[in-house]
């Protein structure tokens, strides 16, 4: 078994290639790994395989040097080559590819000529004008860095929940497992699916509370053991994220399991109505309050959460719902939506392929979608505006769309691929195409890729003029926003799902772990007026399809059901769908 996959390989190809150019090393040199870099990327055979049976350099674009240093890399972990072309540079000096902006050769600038080697050095240098005056720089090159170098104060610690989820779950899984345990949960906003988390705080009911901290804190994916105690223990895993444990008694596990999830609003919501009964509600027991003035009402038993719930007059409330938006009253009244859920999802759109900047070509990303069970996939490769994307020109997107029909003449009545695109929302609110190339596909998902700072009425208008196409189906990324790394930009969201309603426009829910983008937060007030949502991964290979894990979590938190998300649809009604907003005109 390898110890390393290809995707580690890729990344350490990148690294490689970023120090030598910062080295100045000769551009074919460079140029070596950059190609490995795009050949394993499209590469869709059995990669392990290869590493194994020492044949990688099959592969066209890898060299038998190149070879060598894969193949030490996947099945030893390490590469002395690597380690030391990084020990000739300062390691601080790394810490500046963290900010937007600033690639290779202007960190080399920085480095040779200004002796910038750390962040606090490079913003020190930004505000004495001494990046300003250097070539190649100039004002807004050094107003943009200080932004990069502020946006990342800001966003020390947090973690984008599709980043630390599968290291979260493993973990989680394998405590599970232990016999030990009787009950485990993660809990925290982790458990509550918020976008993005600053720890992860795991729950376990045990009579045997040492074993299980030990198990914890020994864990492979630990890096740094913070605290270590019989029934609390915190450490550092190597993302970087904080993790904590707190192991309880299994009577203590309804309770503590509902404390530590959370939110602090939500709880004390919880525990106001806990009093009103004469009862007090902390995180290890529902129990009498010794202050009541009146003699309290008998507490039925608690097994579980949704027991807790019931004696305090609720229907259970989904984790993700409790943000004390609305939640404990629906509770009460019986009002609770039945929240959308993973297996409801009969296909998705917005997914690219290698026609445009994705990594795995159609077929591939057909099969893939048919091995999750999917009975459709759309397939909206990025337009030509794109031309950082590589997107298609008329021409290139109507080959396409014949492809797709010969695909599906194959795949017969159980799975369809649908031929659309990513449009561009070009500055003035057109398109990127005219309204016959657009009348051949069979729908478009509109998206704004460029100047993004215009004021907020320009962009608003900007958006639903596109919208007002007929060819329009769904707004891409609404919003544009990009987690712990780009704020929105400047929008009016509910003049936007108006126009929405009023022209049946589909409003998407980016699932990438770097979007969850339009914001959960806005998803009852269109829900409201009547605007559907489509959970789309923004999948550029085969394995992003899971994203939509995430997309589930952003929709379950904005309240949305299966009836609200048009992709839960089968075939047969989801065409009807597509085809609405067409019909409109």
Same mark, same amino acid.
């Not at 982790?190 to 720890?199: A, I, L, N, Q, W």
């Not at 509370?209 to 190597?238: C, D, I």
């Given at each position: 078994?390898?110890?390393?996959?290809?995707?580690?390989?890729?990344?350490?190809?990148?690294?490689?290639?970023?120090?030598?150019?910062?080295?100045?090393?000769?551009?074919?040199?460079?140029?070596?790994?950059?190609?490995?870099?795009?050949?394993?990327?499209?590469?869709?055979? #059995?990669?392990?395989?290869?590493?194994?049976?020492?044949?990688?350099?099959?592969?066209?674009?890898?060299?038998?040097?190149?070879?060598?240093?894969?193949? +030490?890399?996947?099945?030893?972990?390490?590469?002395?080559?690597?380690?030391?072309?990084?020990?000739?540079?300062?390691? +601080?000096?790394?810490?500046?590819?963290?900010?937007?902006?600033?690639?290779?050769?202007?960190?080399?600038?920085?480095?040779?000529?200004?002796?910038? +080697?750390?962040?606090?050095?490079?913003?020190?240098?930004?505000?004495?004008?001494?990046? /300003?005056?250097?070539?190649?720089?100039?004002?807004?090159?050094?107003?943009?860095?200080?932004?990069?170098?502020?946006?990342?104060?800001?966003?020390?610690?947090?973690?984008?929940?599709?980043?630390?989820?599968?290291?979260?779950?493993?973990? *989680?899984?394998?405590?599970?497992? @232990?016999?030990?345990?009787?009950?485990?949960?993660?809990?925290?906003?982790?458990?509550?699916?918020?976008?993005?988390?600053?720890?992860?705080?795991?729950?376990? !009911?045990?009579?045997? $509370?040492?074993?299980?901290?030990?198990?914890?804190?020994?864990?492979?994916?630990?890096?740094?053991?913070?605290?270590?105690?019989?029934?609390?223990?915190?450490?550092?895993?190597?993302?970087?994220?904080?993790?904590? *444990?707190?192991?309880?008694?299994?009577?203590?596990?309804?309770?503590?399991?509902?404390?530590?999830?959370?939110?602090?609003?939500?709880?004390?919501?919880?525990? !106001?109505?806990? %009093?009103?009964?004469?009862?007090? %509600?902390?995180?290890?027991?529902?129990?009498?309050?010794?202050?009541?003035? !009146?003699?309290?009402?008998?507490?039925?038993?608690?097994?579980?959460?949704?027991?807790?719930?019931?004696?305090?007059?609720?229907?259970?409330?989904?984790?993700?719902?409790?943000?004390?938006?609305?939640?404990?009253?629906?509770? /009460?009244?019986?009002?609770?939506?039945?929240?959308?859920?993973?297996?409801?999802?009969?296909?998705?759109?917005?997914?690219?392929?290698?026609?445009?900047?994705?990594?795995?070509?159609?077929?591939?990303?057909?099969?893939?979608?048919?091995?999750?069970?999917?009975?459709?996939?759309?397939?909206?490769?990025?337009?030509?505006?794109?031309?950082?994307?590589?997107?298609? #020109?008329?021409?290139?997107?109507?080959?396409?769309?014949?492809?797709?029909?010969?695909?599906?003449?194959?795949?017969?009545?159980?799975?369809?691929?649908?031929?659309?695109?990513?449009?561009?929302?070009?500055?003035?609110?057109?398109?990127?195409? $005219?309204?016959?190339?657009?009348?051949?596909?069979?729908?478009?998902?509109?998206?704004?890729?460029?100047?993004?700072?215009?004021?907020?009425?320009?962009?608003?208008?900007?958006?639903?003029?596109?919208?007002?196409?007929?060819?329009?189906?769904?707004?891409?990324?609404?919003?544009?926003?990009?987690?712990?790394?780009?704020?929105?930009?400047?929008?009016?969201?509910?003049?936007?799902?108006?126009?929405?309603?009023? +022209?049946?426009?589909?409003?998407?829910?980016?699932?990438?772990?770097?979007?969850?983008?339009?914001?959960?937060?806005?998803?009852?007030?269109? &829900?409201? &007026?009547?605007? @559907?949502?489509?959970?789309?991964?923004?999948?550029?290979?085969? !394995?992003?399809?899971?994203?939509?894990?995430?997309?589930?979590?952003?929709?379950? &938190?904005?309240? %949305?059901?299966?009836?609200?998300?048009?992709?839960?649809?089968?075939?047969?009604?989801?065409?009807?769908?597509?085809?609405? &907003?067409?019909?409109?005109?």
């Amino acid at each position: 078994m390898l110890e390393k996959s290809k995707e580690d390989v890729i990344e350490l190809l990148e690294s490689i290639a970023r120090l030598l150019e910062l080295k100045g090393e000769n551009v074919f040199k460079i140029r070596a790994y950059t190609n490995a870099v795009r050949t394993l990327e499209t590469f869709s055979g #059995d990669f392990n395989a290869l590493v194994e049976e020492k044949r990688l350099g099959e592969v066209g674009g890898i060299g038998s040097a190149l070879e060598e240093k894969v193949t +030490t890399f996947a099945t030893t972990g390490h590469l002395p080559y690597f380690e030391a072309l990084k020990a000739e540079f300062p390691s +601080t000096l790394f810490d500046l590819f963290e900010l937007q902006g600033l690639g290779p050769k202007k960190i080399k600038a920085l480095w040779e000529e200004l002796e910038i +080697t750390t962040v606090e050095g490079l913003e020190a240098a930004c505000k004495d004008g001494r990046v /300003a005056s250097l070539k190649g720089f100039g004002a807004k090159t050094a107003a943009n860095i200080l932004t990069s170098i502020e946006a990342r104060k800001q966003y020390a610690g947090s973690f984008r929940l599709g980043d630390i989820a599968a290291d979260a779950e493993i973990m *989680l899984d394998q405590i599970k497992e @232990l016999p030990e345990v009787l009950q485990a949960s993660l809990a925290g906003s982790y458990r509550r699916r918020k976008e993005v988390v600053h720890d992860l705080d795991f729950l376990v !009911s045990t009579r045997q $509370p040492a074993a299980v901290s030990a198990f914890f804190v020994q864990h492979a994916l630990v890096e740094t053991v913070l605290a270590h105690g019989a029934t609390k223990s915190s450490v550092r895993l190597k993302t970087g994220i904080q993790a904590d *444990l707190r192991v309880v008694a299994p009577e203590e596990y309804p309770s503590a399991l509902n404390y530590f999830t959370g939110s602090k609003e939500h709880n004390i919501a919880l525990r !106001s109505r806990a %009093l009103a009964r004469g009862w007090t %509600l902390n995180e290890y027991r529902l129990g009498p309050d010794e202050k009541a003035k !009146s003699t309290p009402d008998p507490i039925p038993p608690i097994q579980t959460e949704a027991d807790l719930y019931r004696a305090l007059g609720l229907d259970y409330i989904e984790p993700e719902l409790r943000e004390d938006r609305g939640e404990i009253a629906a509770a /009460a009244e019986h009002r609770l939506p039945h929240l959308v859920q993973l297996e409801n999802l009969r296909g998705t759109f917005h997914n690219h392929t290698t026609a445009s900047d994705g990594r795995s070509t159609l077929e591939e990303m057909a099969e893939a979608a048919q091995e999750l069970g999917l009975e459709y996939l759309g397939i909206s490769d990025h337009s030509v505006s794109s031309f950082q994307a590589h997107g298609l #020109d008329a021409s290139r997107l109507l080959e396409q769309v014949a492809r797709i029909r010969e695909l599906n003449a194959g795949f017969g009545p159980d799975f369809r691929l649908f031929a659309g695109v990513e449009c561009d929302i070009l500055k003035d609110g057109s398109l990127d195409y $005219p309204d016959e190339v657009l009348a051949q596909l069979d729908y478009v998902v509109a998206s704004v890729h460029a100047s993004f700072t215009q004021p907020q009425a320009e962009m608003t208008a900007r958006l639903i003029k596109a919208m007002t196409n007929p060819h329009v189906t769904m707004l891409g990324h609404m919003t544009g926003r990009l987690l712990l790394s780009r704020d929105a930009y400047a929008l009016d969201i509910p003049a936007v799902i108006e126009a929405a309603a009023a +022209t049946g426009t589909i409003i998407e829910l980016n699932a990438s772990p770097r979007r969850l983008d339009m914001d959960w937060r806005w998803w009852p007030l269109a &829900k409201e &007026k009547g605007v @559907l949502c489509s959970i789309n991964p923004d999948a550029h290979h085969v !394995s992003h399809l899971q994203f939509l894990w995430n997309g589930i979590g952003a929709a379950r &938190k904005g309240w %949305l059901t299966a009836a609200d998300v048009v992709n839960t649809l089968p075939l047969g009604k989801i065409e009807r769908v597509l085809s609405d &907003k067409r019909g409109r005109a």
